[in-house]
Structures are given as structure tokens and as C-alpha cells.
């Protein structure tokens, strides 16, 4: 019941439907004013539907040059495992290594593999197609959000997040499930944990002694999201502007970073990008926990109102927008992938 009344108080656990309501009515001014509900595919012409729904996250990284992301590999549904490992060897992927689908939603699906019976196990799990990446070696993570007019050159970052991840401190009494149960956010990820972790939560970490249970800064995974936009500076500017402009034809969205120190990524050294999303993108900014929720409504106005132009004006040099029967059939398809990934 605590634990009920935690999520209804702070807004950031709010169902992606509650807090969207507000957002629905600018959207549907929006498609009226384009004559489209699927304006958004002309937002990125190169990502398909724009990063709005469906889109390969193989096929956005091939978009960018390679020396920006990890190692990657695309595995069908259905593969064997030893053309996977024979895959692993070829590109010199080693354990562990991270596993997440390729057409995915919020960070489900994605785990840490650390040795082959764990990745067989999530082979013959998977009834989607993945990727295995290179574990990135950083320690740090943020999310920085992009906006560039089609008609300019430069574009701006219009936010950034930081990502505190799902990590417990031992006090050489309490076992790891108790140190979750101490933090309500932690509290939240319990049964997921239990799922993965098993017995190993029942372990006692040493005085001070800390333990990553989640090495990616997903929200719905218990990273805790803070507004980093104070860490905006020129030299970062420019340094994704030149990574962005690299990209053809993207003018909206979100780069999911990891780094080593702020100074040297600011300079392009020692970062890879987790992933690059599209117009789904969220200004991730706003979750948190000292915004209140009209910040929230008040930034998501301001990005999806940038969206719009920005797709506008896409249309005006011969960008189509997404045919509505076109546009309803990808909408299903995302629904139901969303559904498989949602129950693996």
C-alpha cells in the first residue's frame, strides 16, 4: 500500500497514458493543422517512421559512423546458437555483453549477459529479433536531446538528463533484497530483480561495498533521471552538432551517452552512444523528481511543438507524410510488439 500511494504522489510513475492526456489535445491540433495524425514520420527522413514507431535500432545505427557506437550485431528470431557464437567471434564480441530487441520500447527486453548458457537462454526466449552489443566499458550516462531546424546548418540541445543507475551499498548486515526494500524506487524493481538475480538477493554486500544490479539508465528499470541541462556549454553543443550532422537527415532527437569524464566528452573522447532515438524521443529531463508535473507538460509542449515544425517544413521540400492506412497498420504492429516484448 506504501508503496501504491509512492507512485500515485510522485508524478514521474504516472502511466505513459495519465501523463500524456494534456499532450493528446496539442497533438490533435497539430495533425489538423498538417491534415495528418502521422506528421512525425517526416520529422527524420532516414529513420523509418521518422524514430516514431518501428524503426530497427540495427538500421538507425547504421546511420552512424561506427567509431560513435559499440560493437553490434542484428540476430534473427529462431537463430541457432552456435551461428550466434560464430557471430560473437567474428566481431570479436566478448562476455559479458548486452542483449535488447531490436524494435524495442522503454528498456524492456534489455539484460546483461554474462556467459553463453545465459545467452542461449535468452535466444530461445526471444520471439523478436535482437542485437548483442559490446558491454560499453563507461561508467557515466546522459541523455541529450537535439533539435535542428531543416534549413539550418547547427542545431541546439534543448535538454539533458543524467542517469543515476539501480545500485545498492552494503552495510555488511542486510542482505541485497532488504538494501532494495530501503528505497522505494529500488522497492519497485523488486520482482523483476528477483526474476533475474534469484537467490543471489539473498547475499550480504560488505560495508560499503556497492553492486550495479542494472548497468543501463533506464527509467522503468529504477535509474533515478536528473536535469542535467545546467551541463549545456557550447563546446558540447558543437561537439553533437558534428555527430548529428554526420547522421542524413536527422533533425529530432535523443542521443543516449556514456562517458567517461563531462571534460572529455565534451572534447569527443572516451563516450559511445547507447542508442539513438527518433521522434519518440522524450525529453527525459522532466522526470526529475524535483519537476513538478506542469514542467513536465510544459516541456514535452515545447519538443513535440518542435517536432511538428520541424516536420513541416520536411514536408514542404517533398517529404511525404505517412498514409493513414499505412500509418494504422504500423500502429498495430507496434502494439503487438510491444505486447511480446512486454511478457518475455
Not at 87 to 104: M, R, S, T, W
Not at 176 to 204: A, C, M, N, S
Not at 234 to 245: D, G, R, V
Not at 303 to 320: A, D, F, L, Q
Request: proline share 5%.
Amino acid at each position: 500500500m506504501k508503496l501504491f500511494f509512492h507512485k500515485v504522489t510522485n508524478w514521474e510513475y504516472w502511466p505513459f497514458q495519465v501523463l500524456y492526456v494534456p499532450i493528446y489535445f496539442l497533438w490533435a491540433y497539430y495533425a489538423i493543422k498538417a491534415r495528418s495524425i502521422f506528421f512525425f514520420n517526416a520529422s527524420n527522413p532516414k529513420i523509418k517512421n521518422g524514430g516514431f514507431i518501428m524503426e530497427s535500432k540495427k538500421q538507425i545505427y547504421d546511420l552512424l559512423p561506427k567509431k560513435y557506437y559499440p560493437k553490434t550485431i542484428l540476430i534473427r528470431e529462431n537463430s541457432d546458437l552456435k551461428d550466434i557464437v560464430n557471430q560473437l567471434v567474428e566481431k570479436q564480441i566478448y562476455f559479458p555483453l548486452i542483449a535488447k530487441p531490436d524494435i524495442g520500447l522503454r528498456g524492456s527486453g534489455v539484460k546483461k549477459i554474462k556467459t553463453v548458457s545465459e545467452l542461449k537462454e535468452y535466444a530461445e526466449k526471444a520471439n523478436f529479433d535482437f542485437l548483442v552489443q559490446d558491454l560499453i566499458p563507461f561508467k557515466n550516462e546522459v541523455g541529450i536531446f537535439y533539435v535542428r531546424h531543416p534549413l539550418q546548418k547547427n542545431g541546439k540541445i534543448t535538454g539533458i538528463v543524467s542517469k543515476e543507475f539501480l545500485i545498492v551499498t552494503g552495510d555488511g548486515i542486510s542482505t541485497i533484497e532488504d538494501l532494495l526494500k530501503k528505497t522505494p524506487r529500488f522497492q519497485l524493481q523488486l520482482d523483476v530483480l528477483k526474476e533475474e538475480y534469484g537467490d543471489q538477493l539473498h547475499q550480504i554486500l560488505r560495508k560499503a561495498e556497492t553492486l550495479n544490479l542494472v548497468p543501463f539508465g533506464n527509467h522503468a528499470r529504477g535509474a533515478k533521471f536528473l536535469d542535467g541541462s545546467d551541463l549545456i556549454t557550447p563546446k558540447l553543443t558543437k561537439m553533437i552538432n558534428e555527430i548529428a550532422t554526420q547522421i542524413p537527415e536527422f533533425y529530432f532527437g535523443r542521443f543516449d551517452i556514456m562517458y567517461n569524464t563531462f571534460e572529455e566528452l565534451e572534447q569527443g573522447e572516451n563516450f559511445q552512444i547507447v542508442e539513438l532515438n527518433g521522434a519518440a524521443s522524450e525529453p527525459t529531463h522532466i522526470y526529475d523528481p524535483k519537476h513538478s508535473v506542469w514542467f513536465a507538460w510544459k516541456e514535452l509542449a515545447r519538443h513535440i511543438t518542435y517536432m511538428y515544425e520541424i516536420s513541416v517544413e520536411n514536408h514542404k521540400m517533398g517529404v511525404p507524410y505517412l498514409d493513414y492506412k499505412v500509418g494504422m497498420r504500423e500502429y498495430r504492429l507496434h502494439v503487438a510488439q510491444n505486447n511480446k516484448i512486454m511478457n518475455f
